[in-house]
């Protein structure tokens, strides 16, 4: 039997670890007809120096129902993603899910943009209120609770979907863009989130002091698992990857509360500010300041089909500079909204 000291280097573990990710120690010593001790320390070694990584499973799992410790080549690449854990890390890491992504998109209604300017605040809304309403019933109820956000695009400058749902009626609908390195610095700035009544909309004066990591940007994955019957085979997308190690996703329900969506919704590309906090208070709804750097960096884009004078509505009531894009759809579209006296999506306060 052979020694750790005969295979001191680790490349025979590494390459071993390529070919077969997730095994145990005692798969690797049975591999390899060594001390389950001597393969150990091996493994300890390569994990000390960032070579490979431990995932922890529970006890009688399908892949080695005497062992709760597996082992990876480590990488951090979407595919290679093992646990509910490492999925809520890797979308929770704005910095680098964001790399591809200059700027952050909000649609809304210049109505709701004008607001945020003028109040310097951005509200963050109760989960329940939200239009998927399937994301809210395959999450958890008492996590729930505990959430508040505010939705945005990454990646694409524009989406015809993200005007035709958020920014309705198209006659005054606006596209609010923040550089996504404003928006962490506004994240990593805000302190404390202000308790929103929903029946004036406005600040109660009741706040509610966040911890470290409470408040972030986080990006929202996509599944068909939430729906297959039979289940199939599970697969679990971001942007252009896709992850097929993580499956019965209601086993995770509480652990994916809040970063897993229905592939129906993938168009959306969505990036969240979400407040995860312990709401003690039972606030309802909740809202964030925007500080003047925040607006200074807004780009705001009327809708491809924004009737008036956009700038002239725009100044007459903000009554400071803001800088202002045209929409890549002008003059190209052909659409009438059937929604242009809704009263209800007037009254919405989405930020």
């Known amino acids: 039997m052979e020694t750790v000291g005969q295979k001191s280097d680790g490349k025979w573990l590494i390459d071993f670890l390529r070919e077969n990710p997730m095994s145990s120690c005692h798969k690797i010593a049975e591999n390899f007809n060594m001390e389950e001790e001597a393969v150990r320390l091996a493994l300890e070694k390569l994990k000390l120096h960032g070579k490979i990584r431990e995932v922890t499973l529970p006890l009688g799992n399908d892949l080695d129902p005497y062992s709760k410790l597996f082992y990876s080549v480590w990488s951090n690449a979407f595919r290679d993603l093992r646990t509910p854990d490492e999925l809520v890390a890797y979308l929770s890491d704005a910095s680098r899910r964001l790399e591809n992504s200059e700027y952050i998109y909000h649609y809304t209604s210049l109505e709701n943009a004008i607001k945020i300017m003028k109040g310097s605040l951005w509200h963050l809304a109760d989960p329940k209120d939200m239009n998927d309403q399937l994301e809210y019933k395959n999450g958890d109820r008492a996590k729930w609770k505990n959430i508040f956000f505010a939705s945005f695009m990454a990646e694409d400058k524009e989406s015809i979907g993200m005007w035709s749902m ?148 725009l100044h007459q009531t903000v009554q400071r500079e803001v800088q202002i894009d045209r929409s890549l759809f002008s003059g190209r579209l052909n659409v009438k909204s059937i929604c242009q006296n809704c009263t209800w999506k007037r009254r919405q306060t989405i930020g």
């Open 166 to 313: 958020y920014a309705q009626p198209w006659e005054s609908g606006v596209k609010i863009a923040i550089p996504s390195k404003t928006a962490r610095e506004w994240i990593a700035k805000t302190p404390i989130v202000y308790e929103i009544s929903t029946q004036t909309f406005q600040k109660t004066g009741r706040t509610a002091r966040l911890g470290e990591g409470e408040l972030k940007l986080s990006a929202v994955a996509y599944t068909n698992g939430f729906e297959m019957t039979p289940p199939g085979k599970f697969k679990i997308m971001w942007s252009n990857q896709t992850n097929e190690h993580i499956s019965n996703l209601r086993q995770y329900q509480r652990e994916l509360t809040g970063y897993m969506k229905d592939q129906a919704w993938a168009y959306e590309k969505e990036i969240r500010i979400m407040a995860d906090f312990p709401n003690l208070n039972g606030f309802q709804r909740v809202g964030i300041d925007v500080p003047d750097f925040v607006i200074n960096a807004m780009i705001l884009t009327p809708s491809p089909l924004f009737e008036g004078d956009f700038y002239e509505k």
